[in-house]
C-alpha cells in the first residue's frame, strides 16, 4: 500500500489539489512534505494528533518529513477561528516553545540526517530577511486581493464584523511564501495541514506555480470533532496536551479511557496503527474494555509502555478496587496551613478539582464530591492536619472520573 493509499484508508484524508498526479509521484520517487506549526505553546496537544500521525506515517513509508516552525508568522497569527490578534510573543518564549514542539513530535517521528529523517525548520530565516518592498514586487504581485478576501480566514473575521488587522491578512500570503521557499531549497513538493487551512495551503500552491513553474501539492486532513460536537485536544480540565510535563500520562490515558463510546473505533481506526484483525477484535469487545485497550495503546505511543502500564493499574486501583493509585495527581499542603484547617471547597479549587470556589460549593450541595471515596455533605468542612498525615494522602474526588491526591509537606 502506497503512503496516499494509507492515508486514505487511516481516514486521514479530506482533499488533494491533485490526487491522481501526487499518487503517482509518491509511487515514483521519495517525498518531502511539510506541516507548520505556529510556537504558540510549549507543547503540542490531541487536536495536532492527526498531524502529527500523518507525520508518522509519511516517515513509515520511507518519505521525508518537514517540521516547518512559524517563529515569524507566529509574530503574525493567523486570523482563522480568531476574534481577536494574538499576543506577541518574546524570542525567549518562541524558544521555549519550539524545544517543547520538538519534544511532543519526538515521540512520533524520528529526527535526524537520514533521507526519511524529520528535519525541523524555522519560517525567521527566511521571512524575517525579506525586504518589504522586494517581497511585495516580487510576490504580492501575483495574488488577488480580491482572492484572498473569499478566504475562510479572512472571511470569517470579516463576516462576523471583527476587525482584520493588515498584519493578519498577510498571514496567507507570508504562508503561502513558505511553500515556495521550501520547494525551491528542500525540494518540498507536499503540504499537509487541516481542512481550515486550505485557502492557505493553495496560496503556496499558486505562488510556487507562478514563479518556479513547478507543480506542488495541497493535502489535508478532516477536521475532528469527538461525536457530540467538541473540539479534540480539550477536555474539561483543559488542554490535553502530549508533553509529560504540562500533563501526566495518567491523565492522558483517562482522556482516552473516557471518550465517547461512538468515538472508540473511530479513534482507534485514527491513531492506534492496529490492522484489520486487532481493529475487528477490538470492535467485539465490552466497550468499557475497548475503551481501557485504546486508552493503553494510546498512552503507550505517546509515552512509552511503562507510562501505559502504570496509569492502567492505576486506573484499575481507583475505579474498581477504590485504592488510591500511585499515578493520580499529588497536590502538596504545607503543614503550616493547616493548623486552623482549610474549608474542603478552597481545597477542591486549589486542587484543580473544580474551575472556583463557588463551582466547589456548588459540587459538595449536589453530592458530587467525595474525601477517600465518602461523600462530603458539609460545604464548609474543614480539612487539617489530623487527616492530613505527613504519609497517608487523601483522595479527593470530584464526581466519578477527576481525583487529586492531597498530601501535607
Given at each position: 500500500?502506497?503512503?496516499?493509499?494509507?492515508?486514505?484508508?487511516?481516514?486521514?484524508?479530506?482533499?488533494?489539489?491533485?490526487?491522481?498526479?501526487?499518487?503517482?509521484?509518491?509511487?515514483?520517487?521519495?517525498?518531502?512534505?511539510?506541516?507548520?506549526?505556529?510556537?504558540?505553546?510549549?507543547?503540542?496537544?490531541?487536536?495536532?494528533?492527526?498531524?502529527?500521525?500523518?507525520?508518522?506515517?509519511?516517515?513509515?513509508?520511507?518519505?521525508?518529513?518537514?517540521?516547518?516552525?512559524?517563529?515569524?508568522?507566529?509574530?503574525?497569527?493567523?486570523?482563522?477561528?480568531?476574534?481577536?490578534?494574538?499576543?506577541?510573543?518574546?524570542?525567549?518564549?518562541?524558544?521555549?516553545?519550539?524545544?517543547g514542539i520538538k519534544k511532543s513530535l519526538s515521540k512520533f517521528i524520528k529526527f535526524g540526517t537520514g533521507p526519511s529523517d524529520a528535519v525541523m525548520v524555522s519560517n525567521g530565516d527566511w521571512l524575517e530577511k525579506i525586504g518589504y518592498i522586494d517581497f511585495l514586487r516580487d510576490f504580492g504581485r501575483h495574488i488577488s486581493v480580491?482572492?484572498?478576501?473569499?478566504?475562510?480566514?479572512?472571511?470569517?473575521?470579516?463576516?462576523?464584523?471583527?476587525?482584520?488587522?493588515?498584519?493578519?491578512?498577510?498571514?496567507?500570503?507570508?504562508?503561502?511564501?513558505?511553500?515556495?521557499?521550501?520547494?525551491?531549497?528542500?525540494?518540498?513538493?507536499?503540504?499537509?495541514?487541516?481542512?481550515?487551512?486550505?485557502?492557505?495551503?493553495?496560496?503556496?500552491?499558486?505562488?510556487?506555480?507562478?514563479?518556479?513553474?513547478?507543480?506542488?501539492?495541497?493535502?489535508?486532513?478532516?477536521?475532528?470533532?469527538?461525536?457530540?460536537?467538541?473540539?479534540?485536544?480539550?477536555?474539561?480540565?483543559?488542554?490535553?496536551?502530549?508533553?509529560?510535563?504540562?500533563?501526566?500520562?495518567?491523565?492522558?490515558?483517562?482522556?482516552?479511557?473516557?471518550?465517547?463510546?461512538?468515538?472508540?473505533?473511530?479513534?482507534?481506526?485514527?491513531?492506534?496503527?492496529?490492522?484489520?484483525?486487532?481493529?475487528?477484535?477490538?470492535?467485539?469487545?465490552?466497550?468499557?474494555?475497548?475503551?481501557?485497550?485504546?486508552?493503553?495503546?494510546?498512552?503507550?505511543?505517546?509515552?512509552?509502555?511503562?507510562?501505559?502500564?502504570?496509569?492502567?493499574?492505576?486506573?484499575?486501583?481507583?475505579?474498581?478496587?477504590?485504592?488510591?493509585?500511585?499515578?493520580?495527581?499529588?497536590?502538596?499542603?504545607?503543614?503550616?496551613?493547616?493548623?486552623?484547617?482549610?474549608?474542603?471547597?478552597?481545597?477542591?479549587?486549589?486542587?484543580?478539582?473544580?474551575?472556583?470556589?463557588?463551582?466547589?460549593?456548588?459540587?459538595?450541595?449536589?453530592?458530587?464530591?467525595?474525601?477517600?471515596?465518602?461523600?462530603?455533605?458539609?460545604?464548609?468542612?474543614?480539612?487539617?492536619?489530623?487527616?492530613?498525615?505527613?504519609?497517608?494522602?487523601?483522595?479527593?474526588?470530584?464526581?466519578?472520573?477527576?481525583?487529586?491526591?492531597?498530601?501535607?509537606?
Amino acid at each position: 500500500m502506497s503512503f496516499i493509499e494509507d492515508f486514505q484508508s487511516r481516514g486521514f484524508y479530506y482533499q488533494c489539489s491533485n490526487l491522481e498526479a501526487l499518487k503517482q509521484l509518491s509511487n515514483e520517487t521519495k517525498i518531502a512534505a511539510y506541516i507548520g506549526f505556529d510556537c504558540t505553546a510549549k507543547s503540542l496537544h490531541v487536536g495536532n494528533l492527526m498531524q502529527i500521525m500523518a507525520l508518522r506515517l509519511l516517515q513509515q513509508h520511507g518519505h521525508k518529513p518537514i517540521i516547518l516552525i512559524g517563529t515569524a508568522t507566529s509574530k503574525v497569527g493567523d486570523p482563522h477561528g480568531k476574534d481577536e490578534m494574538r499576543k506577541i510573543l518574546s524570542n525567549e518564549d518562541l524558544a521555549a516553545n519550539i524545544a517543547g514542539i520538538k519534544k511532543s513530535l519526538s515521540k512520533f517521528i524520528k529526527f535526524g540526517t537520514g533521507p526519511s529523517d524529520a528535519v525541523m525548520v524555522s519560517n525567521g530565516d527566511w521571512l524575517e530577511k525579506i525586504g518589504y518592498i522586494d517581497f511585495l514586487r516580487d510576490f504580492g504581485r501575483h495574488i488577488s486581493v480580491n482572492r484572498m478576501l473569499t478566504m475562510e480566514s479572512a472571511k470569517a473575521r470579516l463576516d462576523r464584523d471583527q476587525p482584520l488587522s493588515f498584519l493578519e491578512f498577510n498571514y496567507m500570503l507570508l504562508q503561502g511564501y513558505d511553500f515556495y521557499h521550501l520547494s525551491k531549497h528542500h525540494n518540498c513538493s507536499v503540504q499537509i495541514g487541516g481542512s481550515d487551512q486550505w485557502g492557505n495551503i493553495l496560496m503556496g500552491v499558486e505562488i510556487t506555480r507562478k514563479i518556479s513553474g513547478k507543480e506542488v501539492f495541497a493535502l489535508t486532513t478532516q477536521l475532528l470533532t469527538t461525536s457530540s460536537g467538541a473540539k479534540m485536544g480539550k477536555s474539561v480540565s483543559g488542554a490535553v496536551w502530549i508533553n509529560e510535563d504540562m500533563l501526566s500520562p495518567y491523565d492522558y490515558f483517562q482522556f482516552w479511557r473516557n471518550i465517547e463510546d461512538p468515538d472508540v473505533m473511530r479513534f482507534a481506526k485514527l491513531y492506534s496503527e492496529w490492522d484489520a484483525r486487532e481493529l475487528a477484535e477490538l470492535g467485539s469487545m465490552q466497550i468499557n474494555d475497548a475503551k481501557k485497550r485504546l486508552a493503553h495503546r494510546l498512552t503507550a505511543l505517546c509515552h512509552g509502555r511503562d507510562a501505559a502500564d502504570s496509569a492502567l493499574e492505576t486506573s484499575k486501583k481507583v475505579f474498581e478496587e477504590g485504592a488510591h493509585g500511585d499515578d493520580l495527581p499529588l497536590y502538596k499542603i504545607l503543614k503550616s496551613e493547616l493548623e486552623n484547617g482549610i474549608p474542603a471547597f478552597e481545597i477542591f479549587e486549589r486542587a484543580g478539582l473544580c474551575e472556583s470556589r463557588s463551582e466547589a460549593r456548588k459540587l459538595i450541595r449536589g453530592g458530587g464530591a467525595r474525601l477517600n471515596d465518602q461523600k462530603i455533605a458539609d460545604e464548609g468542612l474543614l480539612i487539617d492536619s489530623a487527616m492530613l498525615l505527613q504519609d497517608n494522602p487523601i483522595k479527593l474526588s470530584a464526581g466519578r472520573k477527576k481525583h487529586v491526591l492531597i498530601k501535607v509537606v
